[in-house]
T-cell receptor
Framework: DADVTQTPRNRITKTGKRIMLECSQT?????MYWYRQDPGLGLQLIYY???????NKGEISDGYSVSRQAQAKFSLSLESAIPNQTALYFC?????????FGPGTRLTVL | KQEVTQIPAALSVPEGENLVLNCSFT??????LQWFRQDPGKGLTSLLL?????REQTSGRLNASLDKSSGRSTLYIAASQPGDSATYLC????????????FGQGTILTVHP
C-alpha cells in the first residue's frame, strides 16, 4: 500500500463549486504539504503544516484553505473553484528534510 | 527569495550514454537538496537527498553532487537506459525556510534505443 494517498485522483468540476482534495499518510510524519504543478511553472507550495495545530501559508495560498484533521490527514479546499486553478495537485510529507509525495490529483475546472 | 534553475530544459540522448543534469540555486544557506524523478502525469519519486554537510550521494547508476559555495548541484546518470526517460526535478530546502522545498522547473530527459 502507498504511504501517501490522495483522493480523488481525477476531478472535473465547474466554476464556483466547492472542492475538497484529501490526503492521508501512514508514514507517521508530522510535516505535511500541499503543492500545485502547472506546465512550465514547476511546483509551487500552497500550504504546509508542521503539526496538527500548526498551519502556514505557502507561496500561492489565495483561493485555497486547508484543514489538518489529524497527524495522518491534511485536506485542501477550493471554496469557489475558478478555471485557473486547473492543475495537478500534490500532497507530501517530510521527515529529516526528505519529502515524500503522493500520486497527485488532476483537477479540471470548467 | 530562493530561486532554482535547471539546465538543460530538455535533453535527448542515445541509450548507453553517461549524462549530467545541472541545478543552480541563488541562496547558499540551504539545509538540503533533493533530486526527484517524475513520469508523465505521475507523482514525484525521491532519487537522492544530500544534506548541506555532504558533498555527494550515490544510488546505483545515479550520483548527485553538491557545492553549496557556488550554489550548484549535478545529477550524473551512468549508462543511460530508455527506462530513465522522465522529468528530473531538483529541489532545495532549508535556510530560513526549513522544511519547505523550492523546486526548479525540471529537465525532460529522453533516452532513445
Amino acid at each position: 500500500d502507498a504511504d501517501v494517498t490522495q483522493t480523488p485522483r481525477n476531478r472535473i468540476t465547474k466554476t464556483g463549486k466547492r472542492i475538497m482534495l484529501e490526503c492521508s499518510q501512514t508514514k507517521g510524519h508530522d510535516r505535511m504539504y500541499w503543492y500545485r504543478q502547472d506546465p512550465g511553472l514547476g511546483l509551487q507550495l500552497i500550504y504546509y503544516s508542521f503539526d496538527v495545530k500548526d498551519i502556514n501559508k505557502g507561496e500561492i495560498s489565495d483561493g485555497y484553505s486547508v484543514s489538518r484533521q489529524a497527524q495522518a490527514k491534511f485536506s485542501l479546499s477550493l471554496e469557489s473553484a475558478i478555471p485557473n486553478q486547473t492543475a495537478l495537485y500534490f500532497c507530501a510529507t517530510s521527515f529529516g528534510g526528505e519529502q515524500f509525495f503522493g500520486p497527485g490529483t488532476r483537477l479540471t475546472v470548467l | 527569495k530562493q530561486e532554482v534553475t535547471q539546465i538543460p530544459a530538455a535533453l535527448s540522448v542515445p541509450e548507453g550514454e553517461n549524462l549530467v543534469l545541472n541545478c543552480s540555486f541563488t541562496d547558499s544557506a540551504i539545509y538540503n537538496l533533493q533530486w526527484f524523478r517524475q513520469d508523465p502525469g505521475k507523482g514525484l519519486t525521491s532519487l537522492l537527498l544530500i544534506q548541506s554537510s555532504q558533498r555527494e550521494q550515490t544510488s546505483g547508476r545515479l550520483n548527485a553532487s553538491l557545492d553549496k559555495s557556488s550554489g550548484r548541484s549535478t545529477l550524473y546518470i551512468a549508462a543511460s537506459q530508455p527506462g530513465d526517460s522522465a522529468t528530473y526535478l531538483c529541489a532545495v530546502g532549508g535556510g530560513t525556510s526549513y522544511g519547505k522545498l523550492t523546486f526548479g522547473q525540471g529537465t525532460i530527459l529522453t533516452v532513445h534505443p
